[in-house]
């Protein structure tokens, strides 16, 4: 049964999930209990542990890890109302090197199409050192990983194949409005849409839990794909000196502004393109996944910080 779907009552017979820890604790007689979240793709729910051995093997873990689990569901007395909390009796761990891909959200959408799309824009630059600095960067283990990894680590696009299409239909978007307003170098708009987010192949990891990775935590995606930039830049003979320049502040921008996490506002036609298609594009996947999780109608959605109609 997936998680989403449980109800009072329901109860769990040694199912995998991804489990994480949030706290664990002694109680007044002395005796441990964890509490903490269990994931699935198609959603989450609080769990509590009193068992001695199932919190004895999970109480120091500090990340997410893939389990087994057996409990009953109840609600969550202190959660509100209509919460629901999983009392489980046993916990484990899986063993490393299981596959645990079916635990992983994964994107709806067809990925192959939108490798196609992907190249179909590339292909579309007019400058060949502009197409060749993307061939530079998305290349070997770089674009296995872009091809994998999540767009985030929760709010949009947070699942296997998510970075790619978000990526790709911002992109789009991107050309959409620049094919509207006059003097807009189209190529630094499709290139720099493509590479905006290419930090985030070393902020967060494609693994249980999506993680953000040393790198994430100390640099940031935007430092980190404008060094992923400026590193290939050099290896293109060709690239001029503006384009490299216009490329790392289309990335370093594309947040918006300062407050919004970006070292440098937008500057450029392009850079305003790329920041707006990225936010429209974040911001009206809520109503997908949104819709997705909770059906139609009216639902709070986290990100945008209110109800919205689905």
Known sequence: MKLAELRVGNRLEKQEAILWVQKSSQSANGSWFVRGTLEDPSGAIGFICFNA??????KELTEAAPAVVSGQVQADRYGGEGKLQFLAD????LPPGKDVSHLLPAASKDMEEYKKKFLKLVAGISRPPVR???GEIFSGSRWEQFIRNPAAKRFHHAYIGGLLEHSVDVAEMALAIAATVPGVDRDMVIAGALLHDIGKTEEISADIGFSYTEAGHLVGHITAGALIIDAAARQVQFLSEAERKS??????SHHGSRDKGSPVGCATREAVIVHYADEVNAVLQQFVETGEKEG???NFNKMMGSMIRV
């Open 296 to 298: 139609a109608g009216w």
């Open 247 to 252: 490329l790392l502040h289309i990335v370093l």
């Open 90 to 93: 046993y916990i484990d761990l």
């Open 53 to 58: 051995e199932s919190v004895a093997r999970i």
């Open 132 to 134: 060749e600095l993307l």
